[in-house]
């Protein structure tokens, strides 16, 4: 006699909110440390993530925001889809392991994807592990194809010896709100349609780090969206993560590292990475020349018909992970 199991199913999408962290961390730890293990990296194991940075990643999302429970109304997958202007993407998304290789994968992307769609984006895109083979096929079946690679730099520097900061927190009032204006203006210009103003407004109402600005002779020159806030519950602040920079040029990208490895001095933060597209060449070039030294790897991948535009002119970085 067999006995009895209870239909396997999957129900959503449905709204993910802030009272569902503790659920989403443990499908994310878990779905990634056994992700790790299938490729050989059995002693790894993924942390959870900082409470702020989910709070962070789901005011960004939105309705965008998406899970699915089973049928005894646990946490089974998620997928956060964020849009900034124009530019969608995904991340992160994962499924529980014992739930794999049963098409929620598959449902949780498509959701991502008509949403981002029906919001309008041009760009529709997400970040993977290049080593994983498995991925890449299983994104490539759903309509993405690979592009370039997002290489994660770190440079330790020293805590003294730089120049004051610019940074958006100390321009108060109006000049707050000229400044935010003139960031607007600047990734629109690289990059008609882009536009990061929610998360630059979202990091200083959660008090996750700051925006690092650099004036130049005709208005602003460049602007980085940084964070000081640990991904990981539990740490200590010891680096500052770029998720966001415009540079109207060679000579403003530099200005804006310079701005930053500040802010991060001034900070007591000894660490910054720095995620470069590799469509950048001269850029990476310029940042290994600095002292930046690689880190990690991630494979951007884009969905058919919602390619990643090349900037007009300058250089751009949209991190696509929280």
């Not at 005011?59 to 089973?70: E, I, K, P, S, T």
Request: net charge neutral.
């Amino acid at each position: 006699m067999r006995a009895w199991l209870p239909e396997r199913q999957v129900y959503g999408p449905e709204p993910a909110g802030e009272r569902d962290t503790d659920a989403l961390n443990r499908v994310f730890a878990d779905a990634f440390t056994d992700r790790y293990r299938r490729d050989g990296l059995v002693g790894v194991r993924v942390p959870h993530l900082n409470p702020q940075v989910w709070r962070y990643a789901l005011l960004d999302a939105g309705a965008g925001a998406m899970l699915w429970r089973d049928e005894a109304g646990h946490v089974v997958a998620f997928n956060i889809a964020h849009r900034s202007g124009t530019e969608g993407w995904m991340g992160p998304l994962a499924v529980r392991p014992d739930r794999q290789g049963a098409g929620v994968g598959k449902a949780i992307v498509r959701a991502a994807v008509d949403w981002l769609i029906e919001q309008g984006v041009a760009t529709l895109g997400l970040e993977t592990m290049p080593r994983t083979v498995e991925n890449i096929g299983f994104y490539a079946r759903l309509g993405f194809a690979p592009g370039h690679l997002t290489v994660t730099l770190t440079n330790d520097i020293a805590t003294r010896g730089h120049a004051a900061p610019a940074l958006l927190s100390q321009r108060k009032g109006d000049a707050g709100g000229a400044a935010l204006a003139a960031a607007r203006r600047l990734v629109g210009t690289l990059s008609p349609g882009y536009d990061f103003t929610r998360e630059i407004t979202l990091t200083a109402e959660l008090g996750l780090g700051d925006t690092s600005l650099v004036d130049g002779d005709d208005g602003l020159a460049a602007v980085v969206l940084w964070h000081s806030t640990p991904l990981a519950e539990g740490r200590p602040k010891d680096e500052v993560r770029v998720l966001k920079l415009a540079a109207r040029d060679d000579r403003a990208f530099d200005a804006c590292i310079a701005a930053t490895e500040a802010a991060a001095a001034r900070a007591g933060i000894r660490r910054v990475a720095v995620r470069c597209q590799t469509r950048f060449e001269d850029t990476f070039r310029r940042l290994v020349a600095r002292g930046y030294r690689v880190r990690w790897t991630d494979l951007r991948m884009t969905y058919e018909g919602y390619g990643e535009p090349p900037p007009r002119r300058g250089v751009l970085f949209s991190n696509w992970e929280i």
